[in-house]
């Protein structure tokens, strides 16, 4: 197989991605946004620390130089020095080592215990929020391994200011090796308006929605978010786009609140721009956030954002938006915002506008890439 080359003739820098899993959630959609963006000029291999989950592969552009090899070592198992040395000697073969999150952690240990034995690529670690068993605390565990593991990463990258001071006060890295670079979308595709028809619920004339877009999982608090919506009035319709296990949770708590018929499940979108639009308030329930793209996205469509004051949400919205982030997990303080604003559309506008210029100004995509190439760039010692 030839060589991948960018223009210019240089063989393509060989670049390793580990991630905890590679399904079509946020970090993994951002990560293949970037390859889509480079195209040519880095040759990719991708590892999976669930090889069944690996949906994002479908986005990748054709042009992308990519492979999947199933005989990379285990991502997950006991750390013992045995198999780390495995995965140190299986990076050997790259240019640029990227890590995304504790589920690529062991790749991590593995690269600062033997990067010296072994002449091992730099690494980059990524790092973009937590799993449900540290939503409300983070384990000591964890800390530490952290905090040993990140000793000869040449970056940890993270997107919210939450994470960046965890990662200087908590994992003690060094303020120079702490890399923050907020996620950034297409923000003119959510400018569009979507047809009305575009999901497996059709919106009616005289009807308004309060939508969200969310894995259907217990930390996105979806069954508190039903709570919260009841008292609203008829013409108002709740829209949750998404899939997972508490879908039956939530049609549960739906019919308790006696507002089954308001309360629609279509599913995932493929494309969140073709439906956001729709909506004309977006809500987030979440326990645990830090940089939740929904929310850009929902502000680039030019909605208000009723949520809890978590991760970097408050800090994300415009200052206009800023009274309705409401005390976490709080079924009533949620009810209170969503009420205000359903009942000001003069208000909804005014803050879905100022949401709209500030996704545009701060959170588009291509400034976003740029960062990233910089960074990626003076990592690797040359430009690609």
Known sequence: MSKSKPSGGKAAPKV????????????ELRSVDLMNAFGRRLDHTIISGEP????????????????????????????????????????TAYDLV?????????????????????????????EDGFNEDEADKLKASRNWFRRIGLGRTARLVVPSQTLEQIALDIWDQPRDRV??????????????APRADSLRVVK??????????????????????VEAFADLPEQWQLVILGDGPEKDAIRDASVRADISHRV??????DNPASAVGLFDIF???????????????????????????????RNIV?????????VPNSAQALAAVLKRLSQDAELRNKIGEENRQKALAKFDRAGMIAQYEHLYSRILGRKF
């Open 98 to 126: 990227l890590t995304y999150n504790w589920g690529a952690m062991d790749v991590v240990m593995a690269h600062t215990a033997f990067s010296r034995a072994f002449d091992l690529p730099p690494l980059i670690h990524h």
């Open 283 to 313: 809500a987030l329930s979440s326990k645990s956030e830090q940089f939740p793209l929904s929310v850009v996205e929902a502000m680039a469509a030019g909605l208000p954002v009723a949520a809890p004051d978590v991760g970097d949400v």
């Open 318 to 326: 415009a200052e206009a938006n800023r009274d309705l982030i409401c």
């Open 16 to 27: 390793l991605h580990c991630h905890s899993t590679f399904s079509a959630g946020g970090k």
């Open 179 to 192: 890399t923050r670079i907020p996620n950034g979308i297409d923000t003119l595709a959510f400018a569009k």
């Open 264 to 269: 629609h499940l279509p599913g995932k979108v």
């Open 204 to 225: 009616r004339k005289g009807e308004f929605w309060v939508g969200t877009l969310a894995g259907l999982r217990p930390v996105k608090q979806l069954t508190m978010l």
């Open 52 to 91: 069944d989950k690996m949906a994002a592969h479908t986005a990748i552009a054709k042009n992308v130089p990519v492979k999947f090899p199933r005989n990379f070592p285990p991502l997950s198992g006991f750390p013992w020095p045995s198999r780390l040395q495995k995965i140190a000697k299986a990076l």
